[in-house]
């Protein structure tokens, strides 16, 4: 293996939304930084089921709605 062609791997901290941290191996960063999460599992609404935008109605509701009264000539 060729030598100083890697990234060099050493341990940083993650802070997740919530306050709580933890150590894990990376090359992101500097050996001891620390990286200030902006979404995580436990904020983000993939994860946590909030957020999500109910539909109004389904398909024939809204072709109805897109066009209304296309062929009635009442």
Same mark, same amino acid.
């Given at each position: 293996?060729?030598?100083?062609?890697?990234? /060099?791997?050493?341990?940083?901290?993650?802070?997740?939304? %919530?306050?709580?941290s933890?150590?894990? =191996?990376?090359?992101w960063?500097?050996?001891?930084d620390?990286?200030?999460?902006?979404? %995580?599992?436990?904020?983000?609404?993939?994860w946590?089921?909030?957020?999500?935008?109910?539909m109004? $109605? $389904? /398909?024939l509701? =809204?072709?109805?709605? =897109?066009?209304? +009264?296309?062929? +009635?000539?009442?």
């Amino acid at each position: 293996m060729k030598k100083d062609i890697h990234p /060099q791997y050493h341990e940083i901290t993650v802070t997740m939304t %919530d306050g709580t941290s933890f150590k894990t =191996r990376t090359t992101w960063g500097k050996p001891g930084d620390t990286m200030q999460l902006e979404s %995580d599992p436990k904020s983000h609404p993939a994860w946590t089921g909030a957020g999500h935008k109910l539909m109004e $109605g $389904g /398909q024939l509701s =809204r072709f109805s709605k =897109r066009f209304g +009264n296309f062929g +009635n000539t009442k």
